[in-house]
């Protein structure tokens, strides 16, 4: 047999359930699942194939998984930095994407987001925005995997100057995307509780259900939804979609900081999932998820970045040292969140959150190559014990050389294949010309 793609001479890390690591591994594509995982003697040839990848020594691993993102809002990146989440929201952001979110914009600032993950090793992402079509069509140019919801709101939006046909809208999305592209599912992505009415909510989760949809939403992020959940409907956010019906298998929540024992418990009981997005949590000082808790419930947890407004940048291996070390100073306590949890979580982990674990986020025969090789012939690389640890801790994006997403080589030797970057940079600046001059 002549494989399309054989990648030989690294370690492979293949986040099965085991964990298993594979030296001196071999790996084989045919097309775009993964055929062949085993270890290889340098006395044995290589299999036949199309296009032979020496690793050189380095770590292949599953693609990353960003389980939270609004790709177009690498637009805003450093546009209101270092104010209160409301005061960023409701006086910057939303202003900003009132005034500068058109189909053009959202275009190019996707094309950018998607090069950034690219080259930093994210081979899929969870995505909810407005004019979700124009997001769907450059995540599809770019040739990564994606789950992309278009956003639903209960005021004029981008895309929506009338909110009551938000959900039309949402559901022309779903029914475009459904079977226009293998590397595209298309979800329902209502932005939060306080933004959305009930009757919204309902409906959105509804319209998702009919389809068997991930249904997308923020929840319990700032101490002031809670309290403004308590004073309105007399109970917590998460009681609140609770009390509406919206908490089952394929509602993933998002953020999830400010949630208690009894929320928890409801979370786990309808096995919703979380996204777990450390940094914005931070920068936005929205506070610290209880995530140890969160993962003794037995919750599905993800990864996830949130956009480049609220945390400036796209990197999976900063959220992974940031998750790994957080909780550590938070319980005081080295041994929480060991770097194999956090691999899991960037990696299989946030796979399961967006249903696409079957397909992605481990390593295993059958199962589509989406694949990762990281560089270790540097300084900050030598030596390796553990290759978890290594990629949490002193990993960096850079270290990504190449990039697969179904069996295409996407990036080569830290060069994408698939994207011009130095015209959708050209293109984005142009478009921050504008934002700067508005503002």
């Known amino acids: 047999m002549t494989y399309d793609l054989v990648i030989h001479n690294g370690t492979i890390v293949t986040v099965n359930r085991h964990f298993d690591i594979i030296p001196d591994g071999l790996l084989c594509v045919k097309g775009g699942k993964l055929e062949r995982l085993e270890t290889i003697s340098t006395s044995q040839s290589l299999p036949a194939a199309t296009e032979m990848i020496d690793a050189r020594g380095g770590l292949i691993m599953p693609g990353l998984i960003n389980s939270h993102t609004h790709l177009p809002m690498t637009l805003f990146r450093g546009l209101a930095d270092d104010l209160p989440l409301d005061n960023w929201l409701n006086d910057h952001i939303f202003p ?200 003794k419930a037995g919750i599905a947890l993800g990864l996830g970045t949130d956009g480049c407004a609220s945390n400036n940048n796209l990197d999976l291996f900063h959220e992974m040292d940031m998750a790994a070390k957080i909780h550590k100073a938070e319980t005081y306590d080295p041994t929480t969140m060991d770097a194999t949890t956090v691999v899991e979580m960037a990696t299989i982990g946030s796979a399961r959150v967006i249903g696409l674990d079957d397909q992605i986020g481990s390593l295993e025969k059958s199962k589509q190559a989406d694949v990762i090789i990281i560089e270790n012939r540097s300084p900050h690389l030598t030596p390796m014990y553990h290759p978890a640890s290594h990629i949490v801790y002193a990993a960096k994006s850079t270290d990504v050389r190449d990039v697969i997403v179904a069996g295409r080589v996407l990036v080569r030797n830290r060069q994408i294949l698939s994207l011009d970057v130095e015209q959708i940079m050209s293109k984005v600046n142009e478009v921050a010309d504008q934002i700067q001059r508005g503002c």
């Open 96 to 295: 900003a994407e009132s005034a500068y979110i058109r189909p053009h914009s959202v275009h190019w600032g996707t094309l950018l987001a998607c090069a950034e993950m690219l080259l930093s090793g994210t081979t899929t992402c969870c995505d909810g925005y407005f004019l979700e079509d124009q997001v769907a069509e450059a995540v599809n140019t770019s040739g990564m995997r994606a789950v992309l919801a278009q956003g639903v709101v209960d005021f004029p939006a981008p895309g929506v100057p009338d909110p009551k046909h938000n959900l039309e809208i949402t559901r022309a999305f779903v029914f475009r995307w459904q079977q226009a592209s293998a590397l595209i599912t298309p979800s329902v992505f209502c932005h939060s509780a306080y933004t959305c009415s009930g009757e919204t909510l309902q409906k959105a989760k509804v319209l998702s259900a009919d389809a068997g949809l991930r249904f997308q939403i923020h929840a319990a992020e700032t101490q002031v939804e809670v309290r403004q959940m308590r004073q309105e409907y007399n109970t917590t956010p998460i009681g609140y979609l609770d009390r509406l019906g919206i908490l089952d298998e394929n509602t993933l929540l998002v953020h999830c900081v400010w949630i208690d024992e009894a929320d928890i418990d409801r979370i786990a009981k309808h096995k919703a999932c979380i996204s777990h997005n450390p940094e914005s949590n931070a920068k936005l000082a929205a506070g610290i998820a209880p995530v140890p808790q969160i993962l």
